[in-house]
């Protein structure tokens, strides 16, 4: 665990898969076709935070969910890669375009599809739920399933690891 903890002190960037990370992994489709997921308030204020607090926030999906876009927009994070069909690869861009270290990104997923960028991530976590491919090679099992904390949950770690948990960005909204 202490390891952990040090890795902690090196975040600057948060990747989130949407899918089983950011959601529970349920899709509702309504009658007439159109598809809804279900989003958790806390780890809503935790990413908006960290976008305030100066994080790079990302999220990667598979799918092309516009109301996942509409809702991550709307916490502040402009970094939304929707269709993203290898990730590893989305990833490794992302980070030569930004000039960024992988041992500074935290990168949590919970399925095969995640395997490939959580093992290009410095830090790779998941939810408790996730498959047991990927809990095999992350450094972190958050006690949370997806959809339900787990993103709070190690955005609060790194934030209070580096002292900005209950900065002055914390109580504004």
């Not at 935790?46 to 092309?64: D, E, F, P, T, W």
């Not at 861009?93 to 991530?121: F, Q, W």
């Amino acid at each position: 665990m202490e390891n952990f903890l040090n890795k902690l002190k090196d975040v600057t960037t948060f990747v989130f898969d949407v899918d089983g990370v950011l959601t529970n992994g349920q899709v509702f489709v309504s009658e007439t076709g159109k598809q809804s997921r279900s989003f958790n308030i806390k780890d809503g204020y935790a990413m908006q935070l960290a976008v305030k607090c100066g994080y790079n926030v990302v999220a990667m999906s598979g799918s092309r969910s516009k109301s996942a876009m509409h809702r991550l927009q709307s916490l502040g994070v402009t970094e939304v890669f929707v269709g993203a069909r290898n990730k590893a690869e989305k990833l490794k861009l992302y980070l030569e375009e930004r000039h960024l270290k992988a041992t500074h990104v935290l990168y949590m997923g919970d399925d095969i599809p995640d395997l490939g960028a959580i093992k290009i991530a410095g830090l790779p976590v998941c939810p408790a739920d996730a498959a047991e491919e990927i809990k095999a090679v992350c450094d972190y099992v958050s006690p949370f399933t997806g959809g339900c904390g787990c993103v709070r949950d190690v955005i609060e770690k790194v934030l209070k690891v580096q002292g900005k948990w209950m900065s002055k960005e914390a109580y504004s909204w």
